[in-house]
């Protein structure tokens, strides 16, 4: 199964694809999307969607996940985020593929194990557990891998319920 795991934001958008085999889970490719602070907002909408389209091409995943948002200060941003995410949720949808969220705890609570984890906890979680030779950067790309490796890792304790 492959796993495309998205940090979304607007200005940074991580993504990170893992491929869960056999005996565990392998990174794909990662990177991120960016656009420019001064370019107006409909059009920095149009570049995520265009650019999570063709990740979503280029990799074809099995299943989109993707980090709920939290954000308990500036309401602005957390608004123009929220956008963001719906054009990155829209061009899963539009292109077949199935979306799971999660939350930044639910994200800590699979990759270390504790859901106060710190950012550079997780980072050197997902560094270990992908089997890199170093911390991915920037960080949304890091906490994109993370939430594919909570995806997979709650995929794996469905299949133990059953």
Known sequence: MRILGIDPG???????VVDVVRDGMIAGNYGHISTESGTPFPDRLKILYDDTTTVIKEYKPDVVAI????????????IMASHARGVIILSAVNAGVDVAEYTPLQVKQAVVGYGRASKHQVQEMVTRLLRLKEIPKPDDTADALAVAI???NSMEMEKRKR
């Open 150 to 152: 909570c995806h997979a």
């Open 10 to 16: 607007i200005a940074l958008v991580g993504f990170g």
């Open 67 to 78: 980090e709920e948002l939290f954000f308990n200060k500036n309401a602005k941003t957390a």
